[in-house]
């Protein structure tokens, strides 16, 4: 089993930057593809980054040069560093977590994610 919870999350003005946290708690973390999904109101869950166990990433295009995914396996924690926040990223931002993940495999689906936190909500005016 595996719990993810997230931090970071708040309202700020567009162009201006976050650092959202997920912090895991037991031992698979180190073996787990760890991911960021956002879903805007009355929108579906969409794919933003994930990270493999390597470190290898994968980003959304409209997030791509913007925001960056990062991993410290000691501290069982998933970053996301937004940077040039547009309205457009409006959402309640999920981590998700697939353990027993391949080392470089950095999966982008929904349904290949078992575990999922409740979310912290990003708001950003104009």
């Known amino acids: 089993q595996v719990q993810l919870v997230e931090s970071g999350g708040g309202l700020v003005q567009a162009g201006s930057s976050l650092r959202l946290s997920c912090a895991a708690s037991?031992?698979?973390?180190?073996?787990?593809?760890m991911a960021w999904f956002r879903q805007a109101p009355e929108k579906g869950r969409e794919f933003v980054a994930s990270?493999?166990?390597?470190?290898?990433?994968a980003y959304a295009n409209p997030v791509k040069g913007r925001f960056t995914i990062s991993r410290d396996n000691a501290e069982n924690t998933v970053y996301l560093q937004m940077n040039s926040l547009k309205p457009d990223d409006t959402a309640v931002y999920y981590c998700?977590?697939?353990?027993?993940?391949?080392?470089?495999?950095?999966?982008?689906?929904?349904?290949?994610?078992?575990?999922w936190g409740q979310g912290t909500q990003v708001t950003v005016s104009s």
């Open positions: 990270i493999s166990r390597s470190s290898s990433t």
């Open positions: 037991g031992r698979t973390f180190g073996t787990a593809a």
């Open positions: 998700a977590a697939a353990p027993q993940s391949s080392p470089y495999l950095v999966p982008m689906s929904r349904n290949q994610y078992a575990y």
